[in-house]
């Protein structure tokens, strides 16, 4: 995939000076890299001084550790950021879903049009993208590996703009623009960054109503979802990022940076075409 794509930049790690304003370019291959994209330099333009003011507006410094966090369900997308990478993690802004395809419920298999569903990160850039911009989501993970189809679990899921998607999660042009100068801007920062893909809100009874009705007959799925809660109430309940490994079951565990174990907080009661890159 990636030596067929050449706009497609991967991410590269490494500390360099911190530019301090979404308004200019920082030091550092990358950004100077992606800079070569018309639509990056015009995103930086167009959307900087915004940045600026969400980021102040959120308390942390520039450039920052970000998360992002999205639910399928609300069709919504989340920005978090924080002063440390130990957090506290602020939400920045929200972005509703521009498009939608799927159900919920993990993606298994290529062509199931599904939004992959848990923990990942975005690792790569593409700067001239048939969606305005994109960030690529590292799908398939080690625990879609464990549970998906062998031979083809299914590629090529990215964060864009525009309204189409076949799997992926669309923000619109502006709200990608924003997005992508942040992500670039940590990343360049040395920082890598989250992506946490959800169902929906699990401390909301909508969401429990749900996810009752779809798993009455499906207790994998059902098994599945709370695996997933876990994590989803580590970052709501504490602010912070736990680390996220993939047990030999496919299960994800989560722990602090220290390798404690996470306690978990109570439940709410309930009242494009593979090969190609967006």
Do not use: M
Not at 97 to 120: A, C, H, V
Not at 203 to 226: E, G, I, S, V, Y
Not at 252 to 258: H, L, T
């Amino acid at each position: 995939l990636r030596s067929t794509i050449p706009a497609f930049a991967l991410l590269a790690a490494g500390a360099v000076v911190l530019a301090g304003s979404a308004r200019q370019v920082p030091e550092g291959p990358l950004a100077q890299a992606q800079h070569r994209y018309a639509r990056v330099a015009a995103a930086r333009a167009h959307q900087g001084a915004a940045l600026d003011r969400l980021v102040e507006k959120a308390g942390v410094s520039y450039p920052a550790p970000l998360v992002v966090r999205a639910f399928k369900e609300e069709g919504v997308l989340e920005l978090w950021a924080a002063p440390a990478v130990a957090g506290p993690y602020r939400q920045v802004v929200a972005w509703p879903f521009t498009g939608y395809s799927g159900d919920l419920g993990p993606k298994r298999r290529r062509g199931d049009r599904q939004i992959p569903e848990g923990f990942y990160r975005l690792d790569g850039l593409n700067g001239a993208s048939r969606y305005h911009l994109s960030l690529h989501v590292d799908y398939p993970n080690q625990a879609d590996r464990f549970f998906a189809n062998r031979r083809h679990p299914g590629n090529n899921i990215f964060i864009h703009g525009n309204e189409l998607t076949n799997g992926c999660i669309p923000i619109g042009d502006r709200a990608i623009e924003l997005l992508y100068i942040a992500v670039l801007d940590s990343r360049n920062a040395g920082f890598e960054v989250p992506a946490h893909l959800f169902p929906c809100r699990f401390d909301t009874p909508a969401c429990a109503r749900r996810l009752r009705a779809d798993t009455r007959h499906n207790p994998k799925l059902a098994a599945f979802w709370a695996n997933l809660e876990e994590g989803f109430r580590w970052f709501t309940g504490t602010a912070a990022l736990p680390v996220v490994t993939v047990d030999v079951a496919g299960r994800y565990s989560f722990a602090a940076p220290d390798g404690t174990t996470a306690v978990v907080l109570p439940s709410t009661p309930s009242s494009g075409p593979a090969g190609q890159a967006p």
